[in-house]
């Protein structure tokens, strides 16, 4: 059975930062790419980073870049999301997704909640 289980989200104060920590069980982590999201509410769901299989390349939203970095562990099949000046507007809940290289089948963590407010 797979899990994608996620972890960290909380309240922050504007300008904070959280990490944000996702494990995936049950599958060959090497072979997916590992991607956040996240949705606020009444909006879609949107794409936040992503990382290769292998950790070799990163991608960003332009609303993230140079303040969100991603990162993995084969090894211990976790993927994080070093989050930093956060803003009001990131504010919302955010999704771990393993998504197979070949395929781009995946599956999806059940979501953490990240609160930025004064």
């Known amino acids: 059975q797979v899990k994608v289980v996620e972890s960290g989200g909380g309240l922050v104060q504007p300008g904070g930062s959280l990490r944000l920590s996702c494990t995936v069980s049950?599958?060959?982590?090497?072979?997916?790419?590992m991607k956040w999201y996240r949705q606020a509410p009444g909006k879609e769901r949107e794409l936040v980073a992503g990382v290769t299989s292998d950790g070799g390349r990163k991608t960003y939203a332009e609303f993230v870049k140079g303040r969100f970095t991603i990162s993995r562990d084969n090894r211990r099949k976790t993927v994080t999301l070093q989050m930093n000046s956060l803003k009001l507007e990131d504010t919302a809940v955010y999704y771990c997704r393993a998504e197979e290289i070949t395929t781009t089948n995946g599956y999806w963590g059940q979501g953490t909640q990240v609160t930025v407010s004064s």
């Open positions: 049950g599958l060959t982590f090497h072979y997916y790419v």
